[in-house]
């Protein structure tokens, strides 16, 4: 009779590490996605402030009596900050830090230009 529970707990045993070995795996690849799905949502932002700032750049070096003067610093500093942005892991960076300053360069440059734009995906990217 004891060699019938030692069995039964032995299976259980068996069971639980193979619980652990599958979770593992499955965990692995759901971070994976969410990664992937993450990241997309960063380039994207990203790519809509670069596209901002270079045309806004051109528009304000053809038309430099319309515009301040640090309305054209403030446009580079944006894509300064936004080509400086890394698209491989780096634990020495936050991203989310990142890219609150880009949204903040991105806000005082439109308040320089004097237009009202935003990002309408902003939301989704806050954990």
């Not at 070995?21 to 790519?47: H, I, N, W, Y």
């Not at 020495?92 to 300053?101: A, G, R």
Request: proline letters at 2%; a negative charge; one cysteine or more.
């Amino acid at each position: 009779m004891e060699d019938l529970i030692h069995l039964e707990e032995m299976f259980h045993e068996y069971g639980r590490l193979d619980g652990i070995e599958q979770g593992q795996k499955s965990g692995l690849l759901e971070g994976k996605v969410l990664g992937l799905e993450k990241g997309f949502d960063f380039a994207k932002e990203m790519g809509y402030y670069i596209a901002f700032s270079e045309h806004w750049i051109s528009i304000v070096e053809q038309n430099r009596v319309a515009y301040p003067e640090r309305t054209l610093k403030q446009l580079n500093n944006l894509l300064d900050l936004c080509l400086t942005f890394h698209t491989e892991n780096n634990l020495n960076i936050d991203p989310l830090k990142l890219m609150n300053n880009v949204r903040g360069k991105f806000k005082a440059a439109c308040s320089l230009l004097k237009v009202h734009y935003s990002y309408s995906d902003t939301q989704a990217l806050n954990f």
